[in-house]
């Protein structure tokens, strides 16, 4: 089953100690991103990744930091957490940009950050 | 952000028609997508246009029109689960999403 998934699902961590977000897809999809989602203000990209080594900044990426040192795994870093990072966290990949692709999304990871 | 404007609330009867717009920068534009999203979960997959005009599937159609920057999601014969947000989105070398407009379906 095609799948997207991101761990953890929950999470309530104090300001300052370093997180981390992973997210997986079985699909072999090329492009994978970071997006948060905050009330009135959509989903909002924070970093995505065209391929293997291959990353680039979004909309809002202060605060984050990305890896894609595989296909498969694109994890989401928060170096120093702060309370104006608690969103609604979603992974998604796709086979390429630029096509008519479907977008996979994972489940949603909510962050809580005091 | 690609200055993706939609409304940001409608509200509509049970069995009626709504009409959501969408506008988007069209410099290096690739389709429009639409997805739906219920509270708290991931969003789905409605359409994706790439084309000019009017793309039917079932209670649901799209329609772009590339030069003017524009594309509308037609929900018809509403039903009480369709109260959702719904995403367009725009594609080129990357996806941006609008805020989103979240409708309310009323019996």
């Known amino acids: 089953e095609a799948q997207v998934t991101q761990n953890p699902r929950y999470l309530i961590t104090v300001t300052g100690k370093k997180l981390t977000v992973t997210c997986s897809q079985n699909m072999n999809h090329e492009y994978m991103s970071w997006y948060r989602q905050d009330p009135g203000l959509g989903l909002r990209q924070i970093y995505y990744?065209?391929?293997?080594?291959?990353?680039d900044k979004g909309d809002v990426p202060e605060g984050y930091k990305v890896s894609r040192k595989e296909k498969r795994n694109f994890p989401l870093i928060l170096e120093s957490p702060s309370p104006n990072q608690t969103s609604l966290y979603f992974c998604?990949?796709?086979?390429?940009?630029?096509?008519?692709?479907?977008?996979?999304f994972g489940e949603g990871s909510w962050l809580t950050v005091v | 952000g690609q200055n993706i404007d939609q409304p940001t609330e409608m509200t509509a009867t049970e069995g009626a028609i709504v009409q959501i717009n969408c506008t988007y920068q069209?410099?290096?534009?690739?389709?429009l997508f639409w997805y739906q999203q219920h509270a708290g979960e991931a969003p789905t997959f409605l359409s994706y246009?790439?084309?000019?005009g009017l793309e039917e599937k079932g209670r649901f159609s799209s329609f772009l029109s590339r030069s003017k920057g524009y594309s509308y999601l037609l929900l018809k014969e509403l039903q009480m689960k369709d109260s959702a947000s719904y995403l367009c989105?725009?594609?080129?070398?990357?996806?941006?999403f609008g805020a989103g407009t979240t409708v309310t379906v009323r019996a």
């Open positions: 246009n790439v084309l000019d």
């Open positions: 998604a990949s796709s086979a390429r940009t630029g096509g008519m692709d479907t977008i996979y």
């Open positions: 069209t410099s290096g534009f690739n389709g």
């Open positions: 990744s065209m391929n293997v080594e291959v990353t």
């Open positions: 989105a725009r594609n080129d070398y990357k996806l941006s």
